[in-house]
């Protein structure tokens, strides 16, 4: 019984660190959703040239040549180890 025990403890522990990833894995992964999310292209225009890309506290700050946008990233919730999935809020500065 106190194998059984042991080998659950380390499967549980194993799937929450499957989970995580190195802070600038976790940001490339955030960026590749932000970049790749349909509301990109209408919060900007084919003339918008992109100037900075900052991250900051809940999002990133995206300064075109035209325009500022911050995005909000809003993890969702996971019942399952994997890739983190997020929810995007375009808000125009």
């Not at 660190?17 to 960026?31: K, M, T």
């Not at 300064?63 to 999935?85: D, M």
Request: glycine letters at 6%; one cysteine or more; hydrophobic letters at 45%.
């Amino acid at each position: 019984m106190k194998k059984g025990f042991l080998f659950l403890l380390f499967l549980f522990s194993c799937m929450s660190l499957s989970a995580l990833l190195p802070p600038l894995w976790e940001d490339v992964d955030q960026l590749k959703t932000l970049l790749n999310d349909k509301q990109f292209g209408e919060f900007f225009s084919s003339g918008d040239a992109i100037v900075n890309i900052k991250k900051q506290d809940g999002g990133w700050l995206i300064e075109t040549n035209h325009r500022t946008i911050f995005v909000e990233i809003i993890p969702e919730e996971q019942n399952f180890p994997g890739k983190a999935h997020y929810s995007l809020k375009f808000i125009q500065h």
